[in-house]
Each structure stands twice: as C-alpha cells, then as structure tokens.
C-alpha cells in the first residue's frame, strides 16, 4: 500500500491548511487511518486517527477542536483539516494505513507543515 501525501507548506498562525494522503489501493475502504507527526528532534507523535468507514475518530489533546479528519473511500484519500495552526505544530506529517486494531502497516513519506509566528 503506496500513501502520498499533499498539501503542506508554510502558513502564519492561525492560519489553515489540509493535507490529502492518497492511494491506489483498492482496499482504501477496509483500512483504518491515521495521521501523524515528527517535529525536529522530537519522537514521532498521533495526531488523529479515522476507522475505514470514517464512522469513528480519535485525536491527540493538543489538537482536539482545532483539527478534522476525514475521509472519502470513492476518491481513496483521507484529509487532515488544520485550523487556529500554531507554530508548535510545524512538524513534518506523515499519514498511516492499517488493516487491525495493532500497529500500523503502512507510512506515507510525510509533508513538511511549518507555521510562523
């Protein structure tokens, strides 16, 4: 399972952006996705996540309210909406598939979201 992501860049606080992650998988619909997050010498961190009929979605505390995920199972791509950005959230962010309820399986390469003060 190949994922792309798109939709980064550099934007003000409290500016927006939404990232897409795509792919040509045709069991999009059957796999459960996350988001993710890796600022500059820090560990990776959740962002969000979506179950594969999007019925169901979980976010990290610092993100709850000002971040959206979804996704559309007929284009095979899930979305990141970020709103109110900070400059704490500038972080490359990766998106992740996963068949189970375990670990993910699968990474995109990430997009570098970067947002000034």
């Known amino acids: 399972v190949q994922l792309v992501e798109s939709g980064g860049g550099l934007v003000q606080a409290g500016g927006s952006l939404r990232l897409s992650c795509a792919t040509a998988?045709?069991?999009?619909?059957?796999?459960?996705m996350g988001w993710f997050r890796q600022a500059p010498g820090k560990d990776r961190d959740f962002v969000a996540t979506?179950?594969?009929?999007?019925?169901?979605?979980d976010y990290a505390d610092s993100v709850e309210g000002r971040f959206t995920i979804s996704r559309d199972n007929a284009k095979n791509t899930v979305y990141l909406q970020m709103n109110s950005l900070k400059p704490e959230d500038t972080a490359v962010y990766s998106c992740?598939?996963?068949?189970?309820?375990?670990?993910?399986?699968?990474w995109g390469q990430g997009t570098q979201v970067t947002v000034s003060s």
């Open positions: 992740a598939a996963k068949r189970g309820t375990g670990t993910y399986d699968y």
């Open positions: 998988a045709r069991t999009f619909s059957s796999l459960h």
């Open positions: 979506i179950r594969w009929d999007g019925a169901w979605t």
